[in-house]
């Protein structure tokens, strides 16, 4: 009886399936969240990716080195997949990052290169004006909106926009700013690193998608060309300066945000007066697009926009991810950049 074995085999499949739920972590019972948190480690979880392709687990002021995790990683060939290698196999590779972690080689925080703890997202998604004063500090200003319509319209009307993949770097590796003719600014966001993926998800079930969360710098020139291509050049999306569990934020919707430059607040705010919430933000671009393990959803700046220097040192900062320090310099060919910018007129 082909048929009724189908049934049986299914049937002990779920059942098999739902004692594995049961006999999940404490963590991961109680929060419905993904991945597992790491055991022992302390709260809360933080993964970074540094110096030359190391990958480590930040305790306080100190690194573990838990490299050799990164063997649970499949190997590929092309064509690659869309998604990013580390980041869709979280699950096995905590587990090893637990076995290693107590042994591990310890190096200071403050002696490392921090990279991007995601290094390979499909795609960077972002959320324009998404916090109600940042649109009114965008409609009142002619320097910010540039008398363009597509800059100053809801987020509901607006949609989301796409930063490319290239535009990514980490803490360590600092911004490089290329059109020093024109005004560039700093926009702090909390960001969302996906982990599962997801195409249609409801607002009610997004969270159980996300892999963690990170601060997001979306580096921006002001002026009237599309947000992609002003927001896309080499390191004007910066990432970091960890991965922190997505276990450890049950709710993202409270978290304060803020960002420093050169001592000085510029922008403060929490993650409570997100217009669309990551909730929403998961809902609204999974309905357009597939999203990734790795993707990345840059969520949206609060108000308090301002411009960028060479030599500038930012501190951005959120709530129980951390503290993270970007330098600002001037590419080395900036100025030929900008020439060529004169050279097309207003571009
Ligand atoms: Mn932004």
């Known amino acids: 009886m082909p048929a009724g074995t189908r049934v049986c085999r299914s049937a002990r499949l779920r059942l098999v399936a739902r004692a ?23 709260d809360p979880v933080r993964l970074c990716r540094f110096d030359e392709e190391r990958l480590g687990v930040v305790d306080g002021g100190v690194i573990r080195d838990v490299t050799p995790a ?32 107590d042994s591990a080689p310890r190096v200071s925080l403050k002696s490392v290169k921090l990279l991007s703890p995601v290094a390979n997202p499909g795609k960077l998604v ?15 200003d002619q320097a910010l909106h540039h008398n363009t319509a597509g800059h100053t319209i809801t987020i509901q009307s607006a949609g989301l926009f796409l930063k490319a ?35 249609n998800v409801s607002k009610e079930s997004a969270l159980s998608y996300v892999a ?37 934020i049950p709710n993202p919707g409270n978290l304060d945000l803020q960002i420093e430059v050169r001592g000085e607040l510029r922008q403060k705010s929490n993650t409570r007066y997100l217009i669309l919430g990551v909730p929403e933000l998961i809902e609204l671009a999974s309905s357009f697009y597939t999203l990734h393990p790795g993707d990345v959803i840059f969520t949206g700046t609060p108000e308090g926009v301002s411009p960028i220097e060479p030599g500038d040192a930012i501190v951005a900062s959120i709530d129980r991810i951390g503290v993270m320090n970007v330098a600002v310099r001037a590419a080395e060919d900036a100025s030929a950049m900008a020439a060529v910018v004169s050279a097309f007129g207003s571009v």
């Not at 869709?88 to 076995?99: G, Q």
């Open 20 to 42: 594995v739920e049961v006999v999940g972590t404490r963590s991961t019972r109680e929060s419905g969240g993904y991945p597992e948190a790491i055991g022992g480690l302390g």
């Open 70 to 101: 990164l063997d649970v990683l499949p190997s590929v060939s092309y064509p690659l997949p869309e998604h990013d290698l580390l980041i869709a196999n979280l699950t096995p590779l905590m587990a090893r990052v637990r076995s290693l972690v």
């Open 126 to 140: 972002a959320a324009p004006v998404n916090y109600q004063k940042h649109l009114e500090e965008v409609r009142t």
């Open 165 to 199: 993949t290239s535009s990514l770097v980490g803490a360590g590796e600092g911004i490089a700013l290329r059109k020093l003719d024109r005004r560039t600014d700093h926009e702090v966001e909390l960001a969302v690193v996906i982990g599962k993926t997801a195409r």
């Open 212 to 248: 963690g969360y990170a601060i997001g710098l979306d580096v921006t020139i002001r002026g009237s060309e599309d947000r992609s291509f002003r927001k896309s050049p080499d390191t004007y999306s910066v990432l970091g300066p960890w991965l922190v569990t997505a276990d450890e």
